[in-house]
């Protein structure tokens, strides 16, 4: 069993960058997929980032953030980690983590989310 916390958020202007953690309880995190989410108001949650399991070398990106955000994880801190820059308007969301294990598409775990504003 893992559970998920998320940190980092804030406000930032357009063009800026943050750092998103999500660190994980238990000693199972290496054998998790994790995923970053976010959902705007009055959108649905949509799709961020993946990272894959054990040493995470296969990650994947929504289009929308393809080349300004960077999904990495350090298994020795139970932590992964989404770098965003060129913040945009569009990006303010509450972002949340998730974890899907091994290979699986479901994600069965997830925080509680962070929010992050980015103002124009």
């Known amino acids: 069993q893992v559970q998920l916390e998320e940190s980092g958020g804030g406000l930032v202007q357009a063009g800026g960058s943050l750092r998103l953690s999500c660190t994980a309880s238990g000693r199972t995190f290496s054998s998790y997929a994790m995923g970053w989410f976010r959902q705007a108001p009055g959108k649905e949650r949509e799709f961020v980032a993946r990272i894959s399991w054990g040493a995470g070398s296969k990650t994947s990106y929504a289009d929308s953030v393809k080349g300004r955000f960077t999904i990495s994880r350090d298994n020795t801190k139970n932590t992964v980690y989404l770098q965003m820059s060129s913040l945009e308007y569009d990006d303010t969301a509450v972002y949340y983590c998730?974890?899907?294990?091994?290979?699986?598409?479901?994600?069965?775990?997830w925080g509680q989310g962070t929010q992050v504003t980015v103002s124009s």
């Open positions: 998730a974890a899907a294990l091994g290979a699986s598409s479901t994600y069965e775990k």
